[in-house]
């Protein structure tokens, strides 16, 4: 009942987003807590500078990283809207965790062949991309029209899935 007093006064796309931001804004709260502890026990135990830390790979990663957790996230509440128990759900959505780590199994050839086929594979699938591209970003030097290509296939891929999600 709560569900369709919410969608009468609001359409299923703003409600869907509005979820997808605002776990993302309690996931990035919660990274930045883990960020601020990191920072002031490296610069405690170790000489330390922030200008080491602000590189444009980092702002790269951190895109990639804001991509794959929105992804993410559109995914889950696809397989939550599908769902008529919130048990069932939460089943279900074990299995997809898995989804976006596919490239952690395959990190020691990703981080031995950057440029290789699996590399570039994991890197052109939107599940596997945002992953893939923080570990090859990590080891490596994309071009940087394959790091845009990317980015633009995860903005499109996230919109895709908040529709679906907000359709379902």
Not at 31 to 47: E, M, P, T, Y
Not at 124 to 150: H, K
Not at 157 to 167: D, G, M, Q, V
């Amino acid at each position: 009942r709560i569900v369709e007093i919410i969608l009468s006064s609001i359409n299923s796309w703003d409600l869907m987003l509005g979820k997808v931001i605002g776990y993302g804004i309690i996931g990035l709260i919660q990274i930045s807590i883990w960020s601020i502890s990191a920072i002031l026990i490296l610069k405690i135990v170790f000489d330390f500078t922030l200008t080491t830390l602000f590189t444009i790979k980092i702002l790269y990663m951190f895109i990639f990283f804001i991509l794959g957790f929105i992804l993410i996230s559109a995914f889950n509440a696809i397989v939550g809207a599908g769902m008529k128990e919130p048990q069932s759900g939460s089943q279900s959505t074990g299995f997809l965790v898995m989804i976006p780590l596919i490239p952690l199994y395959f990190s020691s050839f990703i981080i031995n062949y950057p440029e290789g086929i699996l590399s570039y594979v994991l890197t052109y699938i939107p599940f596997t991309s945002s992953t893939a591209m923080l570990i090859r970003l990590g080891f490596s030097n994309p071009p940087l029209i394959e790091i845009l290509g990317v980015i633009v296939l995860l903005t499109v891929a996230n919109y895709l899935l908040i529709r679906l999600a907000a359709k379902i």
